[in-house]
């Protein structure tokens, strides 16, 4: 009989045997240029793989990675990165000249000339800048690499002839590693040095011809004002800043609308209004726990919902992704790291902020539909639409449609827009990435409430399908997580 007692417990071995198993396939690290480099897709408006797979941009802001992280610090916060979805790493490649890292060691020894760089037995800087290259590579993660940021450019510390020297050496240091996209300029306008950012990134181009390239610009301003046609632009960043309605400091020459500080939305459809239209993204938005205005540390502080509203207003309004900072990550605030702008949770604390981990949810929503016949079309929404926080925005595809709702307003929604004579409709929590089915609808104009009412960061999108088609399921209660999301 004793051989008969033995087969469950062998049973529940080999059930948690394949359990785990099962587990660590499914957290098997995603790595998208398995499917080939990034490229351009045909329509202009996104980014893609060489084989078609669509590329939704990720992004977490590290600026200060490669000078104050060590690689073990390094290591767990791409790490954490991966986890929460996020695919895209936004650098300071130098934030000074020279820059010097947490192992004290310097960016240039010999000024622009590269040639003894490397140091036998010396972990150099940019040996930890290799080694971070590499270890988010191995997660899976792109390294966006701002080359040399704007400030000691504007005070004369790069010319034309050391950027040509600087371009040159980084293409040839890293135009094999898979995961690179190469940042031109940082926080600065494409008319101040220009000539000095033509070269640089004319440098690159000319031994880097497989990875893609933009340009960082100040607050407020897109990269299409400057370098829309120049031919090493891929695709266009636009920072749309740190400040809220009405703050306007005093600023005697406004590069947009007076009190639509906010409306990140403005920059996307500003961008692609452009000839030859390209793909466009917000590179520097409002930062979760940073002030209003950025510098005075009285001010309120942006909340997660605030970094969501700016996350969904730019990807409907067409942006091909979306990047997220955190004021305490952004520079890697910790014990004896003080930082600016009145951070001071440390940055691994800051892991567990919500913003954080509440962008996963916009990637895995824009991934589960047809991804490059997606388009802004504000006419789904009849009636009159609110303004500032209340204006709800629309996006579509053929047979799907979305609008994202930040307050909970009553909105009109025409299903007529999109295919089908039934549809079928959800509500989508950008919070959690709950996701709740209303019901099948006749075609025509619609009224939708959220049942939570109507309140300041209280936001929702609405979901409607095509009801012939199955993107999502009636009993889901979440999306799947997408191209590692969550994983």
């Known amino acids: 009989m004793r051989k008969f007692k033995i087969l469950p417990l062998l049973l529940l071995l080999l059930t948690l045997a394949t359990s785990a198993a099962a587990q660590k396939k499914t957290q098997k690290t995603y790595i998208p240029w398995s499917n080939g480099k990034l490229v351009v897709s045909e329509e202009g408006r996104y980014l893609k793989h060489e084989n078609g797979t669509p590329f939704f941009w990720l992004g977490e802001t590290g600026w200060l990675l490669p000078e104050r992280l060590n690689r073990d610090e390094a290591e767990y916060y791409l790490e954490q990165c991966k986890r929460r979805g996020y695919n895209v790493i936004q650098v300071q490649t130098l934030n000074n000249v020279p820059s010097m890292n947490i192992y004290g060691q310097y960016s240039m020894t010999d000024g622009y000339n590269f040639k003894n760089i490397n140091q ?164 520097e938005p409002i930062y979760e726990e940073i002030p209003h205005g950025l510098h005075d540390e009285n001010e309120l502080l942006w909340k997660d919902y605030d970094v969501r509203r700016y996350a969904y207003w730019s990807v409907f309004a067409g942006s091909f992704g979306h990047t997220y900072g955190h004021n305490s990550i952004m520079q890697f605030i910790k014990p004896g790291v003080g930082g600016a702008y009145g951070a001071k949770k440390p940055w691994y604390d800051a892991l567990n902020d919500p913003g954080y981990n509440q962008m996963k949810y916009l990637k895995n929503l824009m991934l589960t539909f047809p991804f490059f016949e997606r388009v802004p079309d504000q006419s789904v929404i009849t009636g009159q639409n609110g303004e500032r926080y209340d204006r709800a925005i629309a996006t579509r595809g053929n047979d799907y449609l979305m609008v994202y709702n930040y307050t909970g307003r009553p909105m009109e929604v025409d299903f007529s827009k999109i295919s089908g004579a039934k549809k079928n409709a959800w509500w989508y929590t950008t919070k959690d990435g709950k996701l709740e089915y209303i019901g099948e609808f006749d075609n025509g104009v619609h009224k939708f409430q959220h049942d939570s009412g109507y309140s300041s960061g209280n936001d929702h999108i609405l979901i409607v399908v095509d009801s012939s088609k199955d993107y999502v399921k009636k009993d889901w209660t979440e999306l799947p997580d997408q191209q590692g999301a969550g994983a």
């Not at 704007?150 to 034309?160: A, I, K, Q, R, T």
Request: hydrophobic share 35%; charged share 25%.
């Open 120 to 283: 036998k037995g010396v972990y150099g800087y940019w040996d930890h800048m290799d080694y971070i290259i590499r270890t988010a590579a191995k997660k899976g993660l792109y390294i966006g690499m701002v080359c040399i940021w704007g400030s000691p450019v504007s005070h004369g510390e790069m010319n034309v002839d050391q950027a040509k020297a600087y371009g040159k050496f980084l293409a040839e240091r890293y135009k094999d590693e898979p995961n690179i996209i190469w940042f031109i300029g940082g926080d600065i306008c494409g008319d101040v040095k220009t000539a000095e950012w033509e070269a640089l990134a004319t440098s690159i181009k000319a031994i880097d011809k497989n990875h893609l390239m933009t340009f960082h610009p100040r607050g407020r301003t897109t990269s299409a004002t400057w370098f829309n046609n120049a031919p090493w632009l891929d695709f266009n960043m636009f920072q749309s800043g740190h400040r809220r309605y009405g703050q306007r400091f005093g600023d005697g020459d406004y590069p947009i609308e007076e009190n639509t500080e906010e409306d990140n939305w403005r920059f996307v459809e500003r961008s692609m209004a452009m000839k030859p239209m390209k793909p466009v993204i917000d590179g």
